[in-house]
């Protein structure tokens, strides 16, 4: 995978051509995908390495792509740090008890790969599979998964998660330190299995200025990418920010 077009423009580096990356699901638009799912919980979906390896190879086998993303979402290693949650069909992440005080966030624990061992599973799975076409991993960013757990859900306004960021910025840092933290300890184990690049998704970062931007989320992500930033462990890794 490291001598793919993928990778390589990644790297920067010349290719045949120019991967595109649709940031959406493939599979969800197969008829392929949806039997499988049939019945079948998102959340449970993500903790079975077989229905992962098979949904994640659905829509290389159908439209040959340059790269493979992990069939996973982004609650999942908040759900493997002991937040009670459920991904409700038509809406989303849904938090049973909401973030409100700092008891909460202590209640939030870290992860290893004994946490996720279904994740560790299916990227080595995929990684057989694969072969010569790279697998991407990817986690959600502090803000995005914080934004979930003040909420209690989605949210079009994030008016909770603002006001939990300006009026108790101190607990705020403390939630986003710690999901930082777990965001860490997810993409390592994606990694250590073998994938050939990651992505940060911070869906809900568009809801905030650049400068609360900098000064409430831009050092917790920093913290994740930061984690991940040296080279030499990771055998040829690279980061898609």
């Not at 740090?81 to 989303?92: E, Q």
């Not at 999901?179 to 300890?185: D, K, M, Y």
Request: proline share 8%; aromatic share 8%; hydrophobic share 45%.
């Amino acid at each position: 995978p490291g001598d793919s077009p993928f990778v390589r423009a990644c790297r920067r580096q010349a290719g045949p051509h120019t991967p595109v990356w649709f940031m959406r699901q493939a599979g969800r638009s197969l008829p392929e995908y949806r039997e499988i799912r049939a019945n079948v919980g998102m959340l449970e979906s993500c903790r079975r390495p077989d229905l992962v390896t098979e949904i994640t190879l659905q829509p290389v086998r159908r439209h040959g792509v340059d790269a493979a993303i992990l069939f996973s979402d982004i609650v999942v290693p908040v759900a493997a740090a002991g937040v009670d949650l459920d991904i409700v069909p038509g809406t989303g992440p849904v938090v049973a008890e909401p973030v409100r005080a700092a008891a909460d966030v202590e209640r939030i624990r870290p992860i290893g790969r004994d946490d996720v061992p279904y994740v560790d599973e299916a990227v080595r799975m995929l990684v057989a599979e694969l072969g010569d076409t790279p697998l991407i991993g990817f986690a959600g960013a502090p803000f995005t998964l914080a934004s979930y757990l003040v909420e209690g859900g989605p949210s079009r306004t994030h008016a909770k998660t603002k006001a939990l960021m300006y009026g108790d910025p101190q607990l705020w840092h403390a939630l986003c330190g710690r999901l930082a933290e777990i965001t860490l300890a997810f993409l390592r184990v994606q990694v250590a299995a073998g994938v050939s690049a990651v992505q940060l998704f911070d869906s809900w970062a568009g809801a905030l200025s650049e400068a609360d931007y900098r000064r409430y989320v831009l050092p917790h992500s920093t913290a994740v990418l930061a984690g991940l930033a040296d080279p030499d462990p990771w055998h040829g890794f690279c980061l898609v920010i």
